[in-house]
């Protein structure tokens, strides 16, 4: 466990967190194995013959002209943060803005203006981040192939040294590095009441506490926080599973990066579900709120054992296995109900 007051004045205690432990992948059953355990996972090995890692191990340039090579001139999305942000992609002041600007922008002139501001001092941070690569460069995927998630479409992020407050993702994430290093922070999903989330409705929600200097005066529980994390390092080649909810802080520790990630297995489903509770539980009064969430703890959850066996299968309804028909139903009675 790192120490909080250690912790407050040394941003490199965080080098010495747990590690995330490293696993092989022999195969597709191998990597479900990993999926389904629901931990983070270092999976090495994974797209040793990637040209893009090839020409990412040769350096910026050679990955930049690799990359040029497969341009199909669609306009990608970029960030950038001002000197004065140190690389800080995060919230402004007022938790409305973030100290990087967004726009779209020519893929070759972007690539010159990263690998132009490698080296140089009090230099704004700039980044293409989630580019679709199916779509920018389809080539890629051809070139680059991913077996074990086929017909899931990579993105890239490529730029110079960031560091990404800590936010998640509703999706399963695997995290290929094909140029520079990158440190994650990995908290699992439970300490969300621990991180200090910024507003959900402007996205992505972001915590407010910097990892790298932590304000444990304004925000003591982090301690907690960062008592249950997990450190991840990844060299180019090696690729990190993070499971969807699972909170993370990511720096790229070289003057220039790349990465290509691949998202899967994600729903909007929970989210418009805890929306619509936050619309329906949260202004109960005390003893209606304790029904719900015993209603919630038994038939949602299954923390009551089974509560249905008096009733037999075809009674059970909503409460029992429901065909996709009965879930087709159910949607399409939830949107009547709340329109």
């Known amino acids: 466990m790192v120490e909080p007051v250690r912790l407050a004045r040394d ?7 747990p590690s995330v432990a490293k696993r092989g992948v022999t195969g597709a059953e191998d990597f479900a194995a990993i999926v389904a355990a629901g931990e983070p996972a270092i999976v090495q090995r994974l797209f040793d013959t990637w040209p893009a890692l090839a020409a ?5 340039a050679t990955l930049d002209a690799y990359f040029r090579r497969l341009d199909r001139r669609m306009p990608v999305p970029v960030m950038e943060a001002p000197p004065r942000h140190k690389g800080q992609f995060a919230y402004g002041p007022d938790l409305r803005e973030f100290t990087f600007t967004k726009r779209q922008a020519p893929l070759g002139a972007t690539l010159d203006r990263i690998e132009s501001l490698i080296g140089q001092p009090d230099a704004p941070t700039v980044a293409i981040q989630m580019l679709r690569l199916d779509q920018a460069m389809p080539d890629f995927v051809e070139h680059n192939p991913m077996p074990l998630l086929p017909g899931i479409g990579p993105r890239l992020w490529l730029g110079g040294a960031v560091h990404t407050r800590t936010h998640n993702d509703r999706d399963h994430n695997l995290a290929c590095v094909i140029a520079g290093r990158r440190r994650f922070v990995l908290f699992p999903p ?28 304004r925000f003591p529980r982090y301690a907690d926080a960062i008592a249950a994390a997990r450190v991840a390092f990844l060299e180019p080649g090696e690729a990190l599973f993070m499971p969807r909810y699972w909170w993370h802080h990511v720096t790229s520790l070289d003057p220039y ?36 969430r015993e209603m919630i703890a038994a038939y949602v959850f299954g923390e009551r054992g089974d509560v249905t066996s008096h009733l037999p299968p075809l009674l059970r309804g909503p409460l029992g296995s429901m065909s996709p028909s009965a879930r087709a139903a159910l949607r399409q009675q939830l949107r009547a109900a709340l329109l």
Do not use: C, H
């Open 190 to 217: 439970d300490q969300v009441s621990n991180l200090y989330i910024g507003p959900p409705d402007n996205p992505p929600p972001l915590s407010l506490v910097d990892p790298e200097a932590p304000d444990l005066a």
């Open 257 to 292: 990066n790349a990465m290509v990630n691949y998202w899967w297995g994600g729903s909007d489903e929970p989210n418009d579900a805890f929306l619509t509770a936050l619309l329906a539980f949260r202004d109960l009064p005390p003893g209606e709120r304790d029904y719900w």
């Open 56 to 60: 990412g191990m040769q350096g910026a």
């Open 11 to 17: 941003p490199a205690a965080l080098d010495g967190l």
